[in-house]
């Protein structure tokens, strides 16, 4: 997908500071400090009021770090009818890297001190090819990087071969979410059949998460096993493949593993015989060991499994009934549901395995549901501390898959003010471990409450697999065909708070903790935000009163992106 407009940024120039920024007034602490002030009206909070505010912190760049495309007059994303086009959200990416240090309106927090690194599908064409659905960009890996209440910035392309193979030869080269590429004759397609069932064919395109294993090392993920490559978060450099030294074998993995100081948890869905491995890497090794395995109840492939939760002692395996299709896959066009087959006729179930011993402790029918992302779960105890059931709460889409096909970049790209965006919830998960053969899932709180939408959660890692109370995700305004909000969810309260830019289309909120800090939701939430007029900024929100305390304005307006995570500084 590369050679694309590249060869129109390429020609990057690196314009004088005062130009980009404005004055110098005075540098102290290795920060710059203007005297200027700045308008800005936006709606937070679902409020409508202007406000002003005196731009006191500014920091910025040498000329030397900063890499900025020459702008072309702004391209308007709002036609006459006030219809939404081109928004920068679902743009390819204007060049293939930039670093610079920003300019902050308000106050970055001092303990503020690491860097918050955001993964996502960020370059949608290859030459004259405009590829078709969100899933499928190339990989853009985005960075901020915070010190001294300042915000160095920069973002560029994850080098995998099919973004390098993509570049070379001016064409796809490898099959993406639902991209394949284009045969030059039949004996070409059976090659490439072949080459499927190997995985050589599959893209390594790690566009999907990233993630700080135990020992450091910091890995970009995607669905395929081959697609986990190892970055380097301060340069964003790709220093190469993540090679699994374990025979478990297995094409895909579930993009989201379970990751901490001291653990590493995926599982590895069967498509042969349906079922799940759950295996476990221990920090500082490459090597997977398998913990035990789930057999599907029913259908005939294993359900799609992007996340699974754990609690502190078990792993949740969901078995949805939007499951793999091989025929699918097979497939040179995409299908209304690409990789996967709606099988609402073989139900859905949900296992509970101890981590300690492999042992399946409970599996139980539960009503049909679709989600992309798990939440959390945690153990429900009696008065003597006996485990009764697990609670596991996710985004869960009201078991509609309309979901998939509404993120196509046409659909995105087309927004014409109507309400199109499938209606989501919390939804929450209880399963009995007393032999019962039926869970319950229900929502957790109103759905109404952040806009019956739902996605792209975060929360505070210290309450992995324990009783929680927040939850950061992203919402709804209505009408949106998209996401559009930022919402605190409270759990206990049943309440959600919101946070709204008109038009903006604000990226996974990440939750980062205040060292020391004894209550849950203090720290702070950062998001990354696309804006209708073709700009963007990054968002600082309080965790626990959810009001805006920084932005900082990028040189242009950044793609979409999906998950992150967090490095603290050394």
């Known amino acids: 997908m590369a050679s694309l407009a590249l060869s129109a940024t390429v020609s990057c120039l690196s314009q004088p500071l005062e130009a980009v920024f404005g004055k110098v007034a005075d540098r102290r602490d290795g920060c710059c400090y203007l005297g200027i002030s700045s308008m800005f009206s936006r709606k937070a909070n679902s409020s409508t009021s202007t406000t002003t505010r005196e731009l006191t912190v500014t920091n910025v760049a040498s000329p030397q770090r900063l890499s900025i495309v020459p702008l072309p007059e702004k391209e308007s994303v709002v036609d006459d009818h006030n219809h939404q086009r081109n928004h920068v959200a679902w743009t390819s990416v204007r060049q293939e ?13 001092l303990w503020l001190s690491g860097t918050y690194l955001r993964n996502g599908p960020g370059l949608w064409h290859i030459g004259d090819y405009n590829f078709r659905h969100l899933f499928d960009g190339y990989a853009t890996l985005v960075r901020l990087r915070f010190e001294n209440g300042c915000l160095i910035a920069g973002h560029r392309q994850i080098e995998s071969e099919a973004y390098k193979a993509a570049k070379k030869n001016n064409k796809l080269c490898y099959r993406e979410f639902s991209e394949v590429p284009k045969f030059d004759s039949f004996l070409s397609y059976v ?130 009934p939007l499951r793999y299709c091989a025929q699918n896959l097979l497939k040179a066009e995409p299908t209304p549901l690409y990789k996967f087959n709606w099988h609402p006729g073989s139900k859905a179930f949900m296992h509970i395995m101890c981590k300690a011993s492999g042992q399946i402790v409970a599996s139980v029918e539960v009503p049909l549901f679709v989600t992309f992302h798990f939440i959390n779960a945690y153990e429900e105890k009696d008065e003597e501390g006996r485990v009764m059931a697990i609670v596991a709460d996710c985004c869960e889409h009201n078991a509609d898959t309309t979901i998939l096909d509404k993120l196509r970049l046409q659909n995105l790209r087309s927004f014409n003010g109507q309400d199109v965006l499938p209606d989501a919830r919390v939804g929450r998960f209880t399963i009995p471990l007393d032999g019962s053969p039926f869970g319950e899932l229900d929502a957790a709180l109103e759905p109404d409450e952040h806009g019956r939408g739902m996605d792209m959660c975060s929360i505070n890692p210290a309450y992995l697999g324990k009783k929680y109370r927040y939850a950061y995700a992203c919402g709804a305004q209505r009408p949106c065909n998209f996401p559009n909000t930022l919402t605190k969810i409270d759990l206990v309260e049943k309440k959600a708070k919101n946070w709204y830019d008109e038009g903006a289309v604000p990226s996974e909120p990440f939750f980062v903790a205040r060292p020391g800090a004894t209550e849950e939701d203090d720290g702070v939430v950062i998001s990354m935000i696309s804006e209708k007029n073709g700009d963007g900024y990054a968002l600082l929100l309080d965790g626990s009163t959810f009001e805006e305390i920084a932005r900082a304005k990028f040189p242009y307006g950044l793609p979409y992106g999906l998950h992150g995570c967090w490095v603290p500084k050394k």
């Not at 930039?98 to 106050?107: D, F, I, K, Q, S």
């Not at 995607?222 to 964003?236: A, F, M, R």
């Not at 259908?299 to 502190?312: A, D, I, K, L, R």
Request: hydrophobic share 35%; aromatic share 6%; proline share 7%.
């Open 191 to 320: 090659g490439d059949l072949a080459n499927l069932f190997s995985g050589a064919s599959l893209t390594d395109n790690a566009n999907t998460g990233v993630v700080k294993l135990g020992d450091g090392r910091v890995v970009c993920l995607t669905e395929t096993q081959k697609g986990s490559i190892v970055i380097d978060p301060d340069t964003l450099d790709t220093l190469g493949k993540f090679e699994y030294s374990d025979s478990l074998g297995g094409l895909i993995h579930s993009a989201h593993p379970i990751v901490t100081e001291t653990e590493f948890l995926t599982l590895l869905p069967d498509l042969i015989k349906p079922g799940y491995l759950v295996a476990k890497m221990e920090p500082g090794t490459n090597k997977r060991k398998v913990i035990g395995r789930v057999d599907c109840r029913s259908g005939p492939s294993p359900g799609w499994v992007h996340s699974f939760p754990v609690t502190e002692h078990y792993v949740v395996v969901p078995e949805m």
């Open 97 to 109: 890297r930039w670093e610079g240090e920003l300019v902050v309106e308000g106050e970055i927090p």
